[in-house]
């Protein structure tokens, strides 16, 4: 019996006695002792397993951290990024405005090459070297535009049948249809010749005197709102329309001369910057070629004038040089 084990198992139907021989006795001993080994390797992993979680789990902190700290750096990124789109999208637009308006001064100025095609006078007058400033001056000088804003033309200049005397005559203006009271401005700077009331021929009547033998005339007014000897610039207003004088109507008779001889209003009336070689090429009476070069010759010196004072002692030569150059091109 001494090689033998007794397990006595007791519950509430009894006790229950179980007799484990010795060799039986050797195999549970190894039972045991795999079990504790299992317990133990088991405990062991587990316990392996739970530092490695917690391990995990503080490595996972860290990187937590980590993705905050690159997503916060990543959104201001992005946010230096959409300023620095925004900015380029304004230097684009901004560009783009410059080349619209670079273009827009390049069709003023009509430097624009036309299918290659030159105008016999643009062979002898450079619109290219023709600079704004010029342009201008000559905008300032030369009778340019309406007298009356907006009214239409009644009566073209040329030979017709006067509405009153029923004669053949040559109407020496142009007509504008504006009623008694339409305000009439100076179509270029000038300097009042001559403010005439009267209930005969041509009304009421202004003259004034431009620069480069030009004048323009105002007849049939109802108002004066000049005197004379009166320097107006362009824009200045003048007076009103009426129907003084031999009239059949409320009418503006508007008259351009030059060295005294009565020209076309129409080309004048209609020139703008826009259409700058119009004139030139409509009206021939005036030789345009030189006095675009007196134009030009007085601007480059002004230009010069407005200089660095160091830089006056240069004018003369200067001068000089850009006159005989523009004799060259014209
Ligand atoms: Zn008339």
């Given at each position: 019996?001494?090689?033998?084990?007794?397990?006595?198992?007791?519950?509430?139907?009894?006790?229950?006695?179980?007799?484990?021989?010795?060799?039986?006795?050797?195999?549970?001993?190894?039972?045991?002792?795999?079990?504790?080994?299992?317990?133990?390797?088991?405990?062991?992993?587990?316990?392996?397993?739970?530092?490695?979680?917690?391990?995990?789990?503080?490595?996972?902190?860290?990187?937590?951290?980590?993705?905050?700290?690159?997503?916060?750096?990543?959104?201001?990124?992005?946010?230096?990024?959409?300023?620095?789109?925004?900015?380029?999208?304004?230097?684009?637009?901004?560009?783009?405005?410059?080349?619209?308006?670079?273009?827009?001064?390049?069709?003023?100025?009509?430097?624009?090459?036309?299918?290659?095609?030159?105008?016999?006078?643009?062979?002898?007058?450079?619109?290219?070297?023709?600079?704004?400033?010029?342009?201008?001056?000559?905008?300032?000088?030369?009778?340019?535009?309406?007298?009356?804003?907006?009214?239409?033309?009644?009566?073209?200049?040329?030979?017709?049948?006067?509405?009153?005397?029923?004669?053949?005559?040559?109407?020496?203006?142009?007509?504008?249809?504006?009623?008694?009271?339409?305000?009439?401005?100076?179509?270029?700077?000038?300097?009042?010749?001559?403010?005439?009331?009267?209930?005969?021929?041509?009304?009421?009547?202004?003259?004034?005197?431009?620069?480069?033998?030009?004048?323009?005339?105002?007849?049939?007014?109802?108002?004066?709102?000049?005197?004379?000897?009166?320097?107006?610039?362009?824009?200045?207003?003048?007076?009103?329309?009426?129907?003084?004088?031999?009239?059949?109507?409320?009418?503006?008779?508007?008259?351009?001369?030059?060295?005294?001889?009565?020209?076309?209003?129409?080309?004048?009336?209609?020139?703008?910057?826009?259409?700058?070689?119009?004139?030139?090429?409509?009206e021939k009476t005036v030789q345009w070629a030189a006095l675009l070069e007196m134009i030009s010759n007085v601007v480059s010196m002004q230009v010069q004038l407005t200089r660095a004072p160091e830089q006056l002692t240069s004018i003369d030569t200067a001068s000089t040089q850009t006159v005989s150059t523009?004799?060259?091109?014209?």
């Open positions: 019996m001494s090689n033998n084990l007794c397990i006595s198992i007791s519950d509430h139907r009894g006790t229950s006695h179980y007799l484990i021989n010795h060799f039986k006795k050797r195999y549970l001993a190894l039972f045991l002792l795999l079990l504790s080994a299992i317990l133990i390797g088991g405990s062991y992993s587990i316990y392996a397993l739970y530092q490695q979680t917690l391990f995990s789990s503080s490595q996972l902190d860290l990187l937590n951290v980590e993705a905050e700290q690159l997503t916060e750096s990543l959104s201001e990124e992005s946010a230096a990024n959409q300023a620095l789109t925004q900015q380029l999208e304004d230097k684009n637009a901004a560009l783009a405005l410059l080349a619209q308006r670079v273009d827009d001064v390049e069709t003023i100025l009509g430097l624009q090459n036309e299918n290659g095609e030159e105008v016999t006078l643009e062979q002898r007058i450079d619109s290219a070297a023709i600079s704004s400033a010029v342009r201008g001056t000559l905008f300032r000088l030369i009778p340019n535009g309406s007298p009356t804003p907006g009214i239409r033309m009644s009566s073209g200049f040329g030979s017709r049948v006067h509405p009153v005397t029923g004669k053949r005559k040559y109407h020496r203006g142009l007509d504008f249809a504006a009623n008694t009271g339409t305000p009439i401005y100076a179509p270029a700077d000038g300097v009042v010749e001559a403010v005439r009331p009267s209930n005969k021929g041509s009304g009421n009547f202004i003259k004034l005197n431009h620069s480069l033998g030009f004048a323009t005339t105002y007849s049939h007014m109802s108002k004066f709102k000049i005197k004379r000897g009166q320097f107006v610039r362009k824009g200045d207003l003048l007076g009103m329309s009426g129907n003084t004088g031999l009239s059949t109507g409320p009418h503006l008779h508007y008259e351009i001369r030059f060295l005294g001889r009565a020209l076309n209003p129409r080309s004048f009336v209609t020139w703008t910057p826009e259409n700058f070689d119009s004139l030139f090429e409509k523009d004799k060259q091109k014209l």
